[in-house]
């Protein structure tokens, strides 16, 4: 019963991302990264370099565009593949390590529903991709340690974690973590030739070959994205997991505030999971070093030597990186490998305990509550016309199509239009995609000046009423406004 409501759900999430792929409007870091990488030539995409360039995923883009022509879905289909990937692998993943009862269930769901997740498994950006590939690896090496010593998983695991830091650079933590561990394995099983011929060359090299010429290109001044502490790192994760976009305030109403899951989270479940997780991966290490046969650990103690031990691994290393080179903290996005990470480790914990019955309900039981009211959370949260990182371009498309709505009532030979500065990529790519010429390209400039129009955010709505515009659209969830000049246009309004 629990597999089938997994596949029903996993049938829902596909055809959710389907329609948001197909309907929502573009965001900025979509449409700058194609101005940038997709406008032109292919030789672009390895001349250049920029954080948003996630060169596996670009490459793909620019191949869907090529054979379909350039419109928001062809853009994300590439990423669209990606999230049927990753709910497919996390499918497979989650049976492996919880079986197929009501904690494989929770833990498909936890993983596959979080609304940042979703975000990423249909938004032209190689982040989904990227995580996919990393949890396909991760299951590789988990069937091969559970008994499985078919060489052919040591090289998936292998090009995995390389098609996975191809996809996406912000993967190379998790990645370099979860090699040094399986690697372990290797070693630990005798297998040195194996791990060298199969695994790590396969993996460096495939990277490399799709990286590295991009990367020459690149200086520190290109990796901005990130945040200065931990603090405002998991806050802002929490966030768009919780809070991805406004619910009807008589739901909002009845459910815990932003301070209660920040402190829930940042004070009590993410110290005392990597802990555990710490305690727990080095508990199955020494055993399995000792002599203990790893596959007879089963499944959650395996995730948690792999998958618990990368998530330790990687926080440890970000925290090094922070500390030596002023290396950023995890933006949302660029930390999303956290969320299934940290889910299913939390969820392994009691999982592990096996026939300890009385201990595993003691440790599982409040994680399970939890577990099962974040599900409820996510349900609510569920996005349909918002990524939640880019909520002020949700109206965008609406904005452009309403401006050409008007100029085919009475056309003007030009039209300008002052914006808030972040919009510009997307009312651009509009403006392209519809060959709109007699749209001149907005320009990140201050909007306090002359023009036919004016798309502003909240930062800049001060001019509507400073100038006396007329407000002509304003979508309050994403903060944005088109408005004109009073007393403009009046004989056709």
Same mark, same amino acid.
């Given at each position: 019963?629990?597999? $089938? ?15 948001? %792929? ?21 030789? $672009? +995409? ?5 954080? =948003? ?25 590439? =990423?669209?593949?990606?999230?049927? *990937?990753?709910?497919? !692998?996390?499918?497979?993943? !989650?049976?492996?390590? @919880? ?8 833990? *498909? ?18 982040? /989904? ?30 090009? #995995? ?30 297998? +040195? ?14 990277? *490399? ?33 919780? @809070? ?31 802990? %555990?997780?710490?305690?727990?991966? =080095? ?7 000792? /002599?203990? $046969? ?15 031990? =990368? ?26 490998? +956290? ?5 299913? !480790? ?17 440790? /599982? ?5 939890? #577990? ?8 609510? &949260? ?8 880019? !909520? ?14 008007? &100029? ?35 320009? $990140? ?17 001060? +001019?509507?009423?400073?100038? #006396? ?9 994403? #903060? ?9 246009? &009046?004989?056709?309004?």
């Amino acid at each position: 019963m629990c597999r $089938r409501i997994a596949i029903l759900l996993l049938l829902i999430v596909l055809g959710l991302n389907i329609y948001r %792929a197909w309907t929502q409007s573009i965001t900025a870091d979509e449409a700058f990264a194609e101005s940038l990488f997709l406008n032109g030539h292919i030789s $672009r +995409l390895f001349n250049s370099y920029d954080a =948003s360039h996630h060169v596996l995923h670009t490459l793909l883009t620019k191949l869907s565009v090529l054979a379909f022509g350039l419109s928001e879905f062809t853009l994300r289909l590439p =990423s669209l593949l990606g999230g049927l *990937f990753y709910l497919a !692998t996390l499918y497979r993943l !989650t049976r492996h390590v @919880f079986g197929g009862g009501g904690q494989f269930l929770l833990a *498909f769901a936890l993983a596959g529903l979080n609304p940042l997740v979703l975000d990423h498994l249909s938004a032209a950006r190689g982040y /989904g991709l990227a995580l996919a590939l990393f949890l396909w690896s991760l299951h590789q090496m988990l069937l091969y340690s559970g008994g499985d010593h078919d060489t052919s998983r040591v090289l998936k695991a292998g090009l #995995g974690l390389g098609l996975s830091v191809a996809a996406n650079l912000t993967l190379l933590v998790p990645a370099t973590a979860l090699a040094v561990l399986f690697l372990l394995v290797l070693v630990r099983s005798g297998r +040195l030739s194996a791990a060298l011929d199969a695994f790590v060359v396969p993996g460096i090299v495939t990277a *490399f070959v799709i990286v590295v010429l991009p990367l020459t290109k690149a200086t520190r001044e290109h990796f901005y994205v990130g945040l200065a502490s931990v603090g405002e790192s998991l806050r802002l994760l929490v966030a768009l997991s919780m @809070f991805h976009h406004p619910l009807d305030p008589r739901v909002s109403a009845v459910l815990p505030q932003p301070d209660f899951w920040y402190a829930l989270f940042g004070y009590l479940l993410a110290p005392a999971v990597l802990a %555990a997780a710490g305690a727990a991966a =080095s508990v199955v290490l020494w055993r399995w070093w000792r /002599g203990r $046969r790893l596959a007879l650990a089963g499944g959650p103690a395996r995730f948690l030597l792999l998958g618990g031990g =990368s998530l330790v691994l990687s926080v440890g290393i970000l925290v090094a990186l922070h500390g030596a080179m002023k290396v950023l903290y995890p933006y949302a996005r660029t930390g999303l490998y +956290l969320i299934p990470l940290f889910t299913l !480790t939390a969820l392994a914990l009691p999982a592990s305990l096996g026939t300890r019955r009385r201990a595993s309900r003691l440790v /599982g039981g409040p994680l399970w509550a939890v #577990g099962a009211f974040t599900v409820l959370i996510y349900l609510l &949260q569920l996005p349909t016309k918002v990524y939640g990182e880019w !909520t002020y371009d949700s109206s965008t498309k609406d904005i452009v199509n309403l401006i050409r709505d008007r &100029q085919r009532e009475r056309p003007l030979s030009r039209v300008r239009v002052g914006i808030t500065w972040m919009l510009e990529p997307s009312i651009n790519f509009y403006r392209r995609i519809y060959s709109l010429d007699w749209l001149a390209p907005v320009e $990140r400039k201050d909007p306090d000046g002359d023009y036919d129009y004016f798309a502003l955010l909240e930062a800049d709505a001060a +001019l509507i009423k400073k100038r #006396g515009l007329r407000v002509l659209f304003h979508d309050p969830a994403a #903060g944005v406004y088109l408005a004109e000049p009073a007393g403009l246009r &009046q004989s056709y309004r």
